[in-house]
């Protein structure tokens, strides 16, 4: 395939607890293109035991990213899927300028092409409270904040009544971890992408709709 790329395929870059995560979900319901979260796929194969993850385990708990032949292998794999087709949210990968020059020539390689680039501005300041409070659910992956996104009932899932609970890469320590990789590997990226003309700034510190509407501005071209 040759020529103009029409599909939206999207990156969210951002640190840890930006609010990609949630966003991406939004854009998901509007556009019906599927969140890519390495993350996730990530958690779910250490709760498998598979190979990967077992190897991805121990970066993973210490806040260390997972090497990327790993991960691009499973972002490769996961693009091939004929749901991809119409655009998709990778979130949380790229994450080193090494993922970022992999993701361009396997897309390249199939007459694909990045849409846009959405930057998740945020003072790392402000992440460390958001991620301390962040509560996941154990059965559907749905992300809750104990100060800003409670559940109705105390430690369970509003849509599936699954049980709540911290992600162990969410204490203290490991997230200021995080933080430091992130501003090391992957804050790079900001300017790769602001090269290539794709980079979009949003202000993440605001309310969730005000988040959600600048990126909605950037997806309708206004
Ligand atoms: P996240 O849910 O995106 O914060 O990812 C949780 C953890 O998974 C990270 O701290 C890394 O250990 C690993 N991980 C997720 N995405 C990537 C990636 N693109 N490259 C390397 N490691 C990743």
Do not use: W
């Amino acid at each position: 395939m040759s020529g103009v790329d029409k599909a939206l395929n999207l990156i969210f870059l951002g640190p840890p607890g930006a609010g990609k995560g949630t966003q991406a979900v939004f854009v998901t319901k509007e556009y019906g293109i599927p969140q890519i979260s390495t993350g996730d796929i990530l958690r779910s194969a250490v709760a498998n035991q598979t190979p990967m993850g077992v190897k991805a385990k121990r970066y993973m708990d210490d806040g260390l990213l997972v090497p990327d032949d790993v991960v691009v292998g499973i972002v490769e794999e996961r693009l091939a899927s004929s749901d991809c087709d119409g655009g998709f949210i990778l979130d949380g990968f790229p994450r080193t300028v090494a993922q970022a020059d992999a993701l361009g020539a396997m897309l390249k390689g199939a007459g694909r092409a990045v849409a846009h680039v959405i930057s998740f501005e945020v003072d790392h300041s402000v992440l460390l409270g958001r991620l301390t409070g962040r509560r996941m659910c154990r059965s559907c992956g749905r992300g809750y904040h104990v100060l800003f996104d409670r559940p109705s009932a105390e430690g369970l899932c509003d849509a599936c009544g699954g049980e709540l609970f911290q992600r162990d890469d969410d204490k203290e320590e490991t997230i200021r971890r995080r933080l430091d990789v992130y501003d090391e590997q992957t804050s790079p990226l900001k300017s790769y992408y602001a090269d290539k003309g794709l980079l979009r700034k949003v202000d993440a510190l605001g309310t969730i709709e005000s988040v959600q509407s600048a990126i909605q501005c950037i997806l309708v071209g206004r």
